[in-house]
C-alpha cells in the first residue's frame, strides 16, 4: 500500500462540489489491479506457480533455475551468505547476479529477495546492528523506531535487496521462549504502536521509493502465547507449540500488531510455525482468509515461514494444498522447490487447488511487485551501489547509539553509584561480556544463532566506550572473572546471555550462569560501588546479583554501539527506558502479567528509574 496525493471532491448539500488536492490514506493495493490482471491473463501456469515459490539461494541447484522455473522471490536465511564471503560487495553481486536471471523470463518480472533484517542488515560484515526489538520497546519512541527501520531499509536496499522479514509484532507472555527479545513488549499496546512504526520506517510513503523496503508483519497469529511444553521441536518447550486460547483473547492480545501494520499499508504477512488450538496456522483457513484477508482486508501476500509446510500432516501434495487452500500465496520452500512446483502444479491440473485460489495468490504477489515499481521499465531492477557510502555509516551508527541510550532500563541505584565520574582515578570493569560485540548483539547476527566474539567490524563493545568516554587520567583495568578490583574508586561488571536465537534459545530456568554470580561476588568483595550490567533477551531471575549491585542497568541487547552504555553510565544522557516486560523475581512469577491476581514482579511492567 502506499499513499498518494489525490484530487478530492468534496460535496456539499446545496453549496456544489470543492475540489481540492490532498495527500490521502495508504492507497489500496487492489487499486494496481487493473495492471495485475493485464499481466495476469498473459501468464502460464508455470509462471505462476513460480511466483508463488520461493526458495533459499543456498539450495539453489543453479542459477538458471530462477528463469527455468520462473522463480518469483529467493531469500537467504539465517546462515545463507553468498559463496564468495560476507561483505558487502559479495552480497550486492549475488543479488544483482539473480535479478538479471529472472529478466531474462518471458514476462521479465523481477524477483522480491527477502531476508532477515531484523535489527539492521544483520546478515552483513560491516551493517549497523540496532537493539533487538525489546530494547526499542522500552524506548517508547516510534519516531525513534520509524527512523531506525528507515535506515536498515537504506542498508538493505544498498545490496540489492528490496524485502526484509520485519517487523516481528508478536506478544510474548512467556519469556522462557527464545525469541521473546524479539518483541516490543508483552502487551499488546506496545506492540501495535511500535509495530506500525517499524512498517512507516521500512515502507514509507511510496512502495516504489527506492530507498525503501517490502515490510513483513510476522509471525501470524499466537507465536507469542504457546504453551510450555506444548512444542514438538529442539527442547520440546515453547517454539513452534500451541497457542490455546479462545478467539477472543487471541483478538485482543496477539491480533493487535496486524490491525496496525495493515493500517501502516504492510504489504505482506509471515504466519507462524505455531498453532492456535491444534491446527498449525500455516493450514488455519479461519485465520489466513476469514479473519486476516477478508474481515481486515488485507490485500498484500502472504509468505510461509521457513519450511513451515513441512510441519502439517499428510504427504507433500496434500501439505502443499491444505496451506494454499487456507489461503497461503507464497511458499517459503528453502530446499524442495523443484518438488513444490512439481506438486503446485498437479494439484492446480487436478483440481485439488482450484484455479481462482492460484489466480489469487499471485495476483496479490504482482500487485505488491507493481506497487513496489518493479515492473516499472524506467527504473534499474538493480543494486544502486552509489548506497554503499552510507552503509554502517557515522551518520547510522549514531542514531543507533541513541537508540541504545533511550532502551537502557536502570532497575537500581543506591548510594550515588550512577552516574559515573569521568575523572576517577580507577574504574575496574569485569564481565565475559564487557568486550565481546557478539554478546552485545545477540542472535540474528552475522549468524542465524548468533555468536560470542568479535562478530563484525565498526562496532565498539562495552569496555572499548568505557575506555574513549574516561579523562586521559583515568586508569580503567579489565578482568573478565571480576578479580583485581581492590583499590578501584567502581567497578562496572557487563554480564548476562550468550546468543541464541528460535528453538535453541528456549530455557527452562532463566538463572544467572555461575561465572555471572561468581564475577559480581569477586567484584564486591573489594569493597567498592559495583554497577552491574546485563546483557540479556529476557529479564532474568537476579536474585543472586542484584543484591550485591549498587546499581543494576537491564540493557538488553543493544546491538553495536556500545558507546551508547557509556553516554548512560557517566550521565551525559539520563536514563529512560521503562519496562516493556514485567521482571519476576522468581521463576514462579514467569508467565503471570498485570492482572493476574498473583501479579507479584520484582519490577512491574513500566518501571524504569533516571538520575
Known amino acids: 500500500m502506499v ?9 456539499l448539500a446545496g453549496l456544489g462540489c470543492l475540489i481540492a488536492t490532498s495527500a490521502s490514506g495508504p492507497k489500496k493495493l487492489s487499486s494496481f489491479d487493473p495492471q495485475v490482471n493485464a499481466l495476469l491473463e498473459k501468464m502460464t501456469l508455470d509462471e505462476k506457480v513460480g511466483q508463488m515459490t520461493q526458495p533459499d ?89 520509524e527512523k531506525i527501520e528507515r535506515i536498515t531499509a537504506v542498508e538493505v536496499r544498498a545490496t540489492g535487496i528490496n524485502w526484509g522479514f520485519a517487523p516481528c509484532v508478536t506478544v510474548p507472555r512467556d519469556i522462557r521462549w527464545g525469541r521473546t527479545y524479539e518483541g516490543y513488549a508483552e502487551e499488546p499496546d506496545g506492540v501495535k504502536e511500535l509495530g506500525a512504526a517499524a512498517v512507516r520506517g521500512l515502507q514509507g510513503d511510496d512502495l516504489a521509493d527506492p530507498l525503501r523496503v517490502l515490510g513483513c508483519a510476522k509471525h501470524y497469529a499466537g507465536d507469542g502465547g504457546t504453551a510450555y511444553g506444548s512444542s514438538t521441536i529442539g527442547p520440546h518447550l515453547l517454539d513452534q507449540g500451541d497457542t490455546r486460547l479462545d478467539e477472543k483473547t487471541l483478538r485482543e492480545i496477539h491480533l493487535q500488531g496486524y490491525i496496525t501494520t495493515i493500517r501502516a499499508g504492510v504489504g505482506s504477512i509471515m504466519p507462524s510455525y505455531s498453532s492456535w488450538n491444534g491446527l498449525k496456522c500455516s493450514g488455519s483457513k479461519r485465520l489466513l482468509t476469514e479473519i ?32 494454499i487452500n487456507a489461503g497461503m500465496d507464497m511458499v517459503m520452500v528453502p530446499e524442495r522447490y523443484r518438488e513444490f512446483i512439481a506438486r503446485l502444479k498437479e494439484a492446480a491440473q487436478d483440481g485439488t487447488v482450484p484455479m481462482a485460489r492460484i489466480d489469487d495468490a499471485v495476483r ?24 554503499w557510502k552510507q ?56 549468524t ?43 567497578g562496572v561488571l557487563v554480564i548476562g546471555e550468550t546468543p541464541y536465537a528460535e528453538t535453541n534459545g528456549d530455557r527452562r530456568d532463566l538463572s544467572l550462569a555461575p561465572e555471572d554470580v561468581a564475577a559480581v561476588e569477586n567484584m564486591k568483595a573489594a569493597g567498592i560501588p559495583v554497577v552491574v550490567i546485563l546483557l540479556s533477551g529476557r529479564p532474568m531471575i537476579v536474585d543472586k546479583a542484584i543484591d550485591k549491585a549498587d546499581a543494576f542497568v537491564a540493557a538488553w541487547l543493544p546491538g553495536t554501539e556500545g558507546d551508547g552504555v557509556a553516554d548512560v553510565l557517566f550521565g551525559d544522557y539520563k536514563p529512560s527506558g521503562k519496562l516493556s516486560f514485567s521482571w519476576p523475581r522468581s521463576m514462579a512469577q514467569v508467565g503471570v502479567h498485570r492482572g493476574d491476581a498473583s501479579y507479584d514482579p520484582l519490577f512491574q511492567y513500566g518501571y524504569g528509574l533516571s538520575y
Not at 3 to 8: E, G, L, N, P, Q
Not at 426 to 434: D, E, L, P, Q, T
Open 292 to 323: 486476516l484477508k477478508d474481515e481486515l482486508g488485507f490485500e498484500g501476500f502472504l509468505i510461509s515461514d521457513y519450511g513451515a509446510i513441512d510441519a502439517l500432516s499428510g504427504d507433500y501434495k496434500h501439505k502443499i494444498a491444505m496451506s
Open 364 to 387: 496479490r504477489i504482482l500487485r505488491v511487485k507493481i506497487a513496489m515499481g518493479l515492473m516499472d521499465k524506467n527504473h534499474s531492477q538493480l543494486a544502486d551501489r552509489k548506497l
Open 57 to 145: 539461494q543456498t539450495f539453489l541447484k543453479s542459477d538458471a533455475d530462477i528463469a527455468k522455473y520462473y522463480l518469483g522471490s529467493v531469500l537467504s536465511g539465517g546462515d545463507s551468505d553468498p559463496k564468495e564471503g560476507n561483505s558487502l560487495e559479495a552480497w550486492t553481486n549475488l543479488i544483482d547476479r539473480y535479478q538479471k536471471r529472472a529478466l531474462e523470463t518471458r514476462l521479465s518480472i523481477p524477483l522480491l529477495y527477502g531476508v532477515d533484517a531484523v535489527h539492521g542488515h544483520n546478515n552483513v560484515l560491516g551493517a549497523v546492528v540496532f537493539p533487538h526489538n525489546i530494547g526499542l520497546g522500552s524506548t517508547r519512541n516510534p519516531a525513534l523506531i
Open 448 to 490: 542465524w544463532q548468533g555468536s560470542s566474539g568479535n562478530v563484525t567490524p565498526g562496532g565498539t563493545t562495552i569496555l572499548q566506550a568505557i575506555k574513549k568516554a574516561v579523562s586521559k587520567e583515568t586508569k580503567v583495568t579489565f578482568a573478565v572473572d571480576g578479580k583485581g578490583a581492590e583499590g578501584a574508586d567502581v
Open 3 to 11: 499513499k498518494i496525493r489525490f484530487a478530492a471532491i468534496l460535496c
Open 391 to 446: 552503509f554502517g555509516s557515522a551518520e547510522h551508527r549514531a542514531v543507533a547509539r541513541d537508540a541504545v541510550r533511550q532502551s537502557l532500563v536502570l532497575l537500581k541505584n543506591e548510594h550515588g553509584a550512577l552516574p559515573l565520574a569521568k575523572s576517577a582515578k580507577r574504574i575496574h570493569v569485569g564481565g565475559k561480556s564487557a568486550d565481546d560485540l557478539g554478546n552485545q548483539c545477540g542472535g540474528w547476527t552475522i
